[in-house]
């Protein structure tokens, strides 16, 4: 391995500053292109908060992919469903109850906010065990085609008329089916100030939110402050894997990962191991599932498709699977280029021109033909910036998969041992044997 | 000695696989169960005839879009995740051909809103009259060209995206076709538009009613033309794979491929003809799919695709008949599901249906039979 020549060379050596000059390097790029287009301070905030959401999001859910498939090894393509159960069983739990059944809304327990949170993540997590017991002593393809069914299977029982609604106790609480359910419990951040006694740090900060946005300036601070939430959920995770992953049940799954059989050669009970490790990716998952869409107000079952599991892949594969810097990396790298940024791009084409798109790809080309006109075309493309970025995603997997397989960072090899191998370079004792070194 | 050697080896499978005797039991159960409702008359007989009308034509769709799939599958030793779109693009490129020809290249609706199948609703198929009887040649053409397009469009991506991995292990190519199975999906959607569009002329359809005891089933020329196309291609396939010199090259690569190429095989020609049969044959599948229910959307295949890996998995990956049992099966538990469970979860009951066979036998039920 090369050692670092210079002290610059040596920082970006650290994890953390390659994540910290990444993310330093989106947020410029946004706020740069926010200023030449003349946001304001209100559009800004709300950019930023919108970016961090995405950014965090989907280092999160890399992060907990990571555990299956970098370091297990575990085929999983089930994600969404994990996401799925977990917002579902919290807003179950946490929604306000209704207890008139006439009145045709569903109701939850009624129980806090945080007790819902658990729920969601400990029912992601037993599904995850419930998947785990037939899938995981399957061969990595059958599990892929496992897991995919299973998560669609979620979004059937979600959307079904049979459990849209029933009674348990006298309360009316149920899944809502096609229409959804609605997040009646108010502004996480909030409560979660209220919580912890800081409800007088709240105002201020939204006061200090108010100083430079005149009306209503609780809203954007409610963003801004879950985007670092998130940030903290991420560093959170990425702190709990980087350990787990360097624990001796962290080498266990790696030597999984390389060769199953060895490991059980060796006596490890990798049935075991692995179970563990996929339920606890999925209950991560389902935390995750749960923050991304706590406060979106109102989930809907078929928004939990398989191409959302698809997405935290291409994060990961970003990345390189198998390192935890990579997973989150590749997060932010997917939310700011490959999620957000043709959105971004779309409203700012939006913002410059009056788009009259036209509705038919066929009404697009055909002035191509007469007079060679290309802006019906171009319209059509910023209209359908969102179908684009999918067929973009596409073919950047197919490029990843061609030429950089491992992806930024799965080329590192984690050590496996806990004391270092290798001798270091800088010894103090003169070599006796005339230094003769191989470099 | 016939006694007591059944009776030992009945003793083995229950004590090697105590799942499967669960397994078989259930379904013994639900057999029974469907004939004492039956006899209660708390299910009506022709109601269950219309289920299983409709569960085998989606069986024989599936089957005939899982060879392709299952040749893929252990000739080239991955999951195509694209090959539902490839569904999709046979008949979006079918369709297209059948509105072109029905709607007299141009002389009854505007030539770009046929291409596009009526993209935004310009046109309507029922508008069109398109139905096997009443356009024949469209349709026929059509399906030629779902055929071909299909085929087409495997042999490029063949060409640009698989075969430069060809080396590389089966989940390197599976997130490969993943991204594939993106592009193509949402290319299709930008193009094609993503409206669900009826594509027959639902009343012009020629039906037979058939009395069935409490009751009739009613079969369509569509119904007839799904059963004569899949039946006649599964044929055909077999008639190839058994009698022709590619068949056994193409028998010994699943087999084993370093054999085969020492073997002299010409391995690429083989993965290029397998391919061409399984792109043939998922192209009219999806083609004869849309002409049976009548409508079209850009999801079609993305759909089907986790059923045809149900399919393929149950009858033993590899195994041609077992992708067509494995169908029929897949196609009858999702239609038939619904005389016991809600019928929102009948494609649940298909997935089921694939778990568990995972676990009591994952080398499904034709096992051990490369594509013969």
Known sequence: MSTADSPLAALWERDAVKIGVLLAGIYLAYVLVGVVLDYGVRGQLNSIATLTFYVALFALLSLALNLHWGYTGMFNIGVVGFMAVGIYVMAVVSKAPATEAAAGSVGGLGLPLWVGVLA????????????????????????????????????????????????????????GGGSGLLLDFGSPVEQLFDALFLGGVYDGLVGLTGTVIENNPQPVTNGLLYGVLLLGAVGLYYVVLGRLGNSPFGRVLKAIREDEDAANALGKDTKAFKTKAFVLGCALMGLGGILWYMTSGAITPNTYRPRLTFFIWIALIIGGAGSNTGSVMGGALFAALLFQGPRFLQSVVNNLVDVEAPSTFGQALAPIAGAGDLAPLGFYVIDSVRQLQLIVMGLVLIFLMHRRPEGLLGHRKEPAASVELERRPDRETPYTDGGETDE | MGVTESYSRGRELVEGNPLALVFGLLIVLLLFDLVGKLASGAVQVSSVAVLVKDGLARGLVIGLAGIGLSMTYSILNFANFAHGDYITAGAFSGWATTYLIAGGFGSSANVGSLLLVGAGGSVFGGALGISVTATPVAVVGGMVVAGGGAILLSLVIDRLVFEPIRDRDGITLLITSIGVAFALRYTIQFVFGPSKRGTTAAGGVPTLSVPVVDGTVRITAHDATLAVVAGGLMLGVHLLLQRTRLGKAMRAMADNEDLARVTGIPTERVVRFTWIIGGGLTGVAGYVFVLWKGTLGWFDGWILLLLIFAAVILGGIGSIYGAIVGGLVIGLTASLSVVWIPSSFSRASAFLMMILILVVKPTGLFSGRSTA
């Open chain 1, 120 to 175: 969601g993540t400990v029912a992601a997590g037993l599904l995850g065990l419930l998947v785990a017991l037939p899938a995981l002593r399957l061969r990595a393809d059958y599990l892929a085609i496992v897991t995919v069914a299973m998560s669609e299977m979620v979004r059937f029982t979600f959307l079904s008329g049979t459990f849209q609604r029933f009674e348990v106790g006298g309360l009316v609480i149920g899944f």
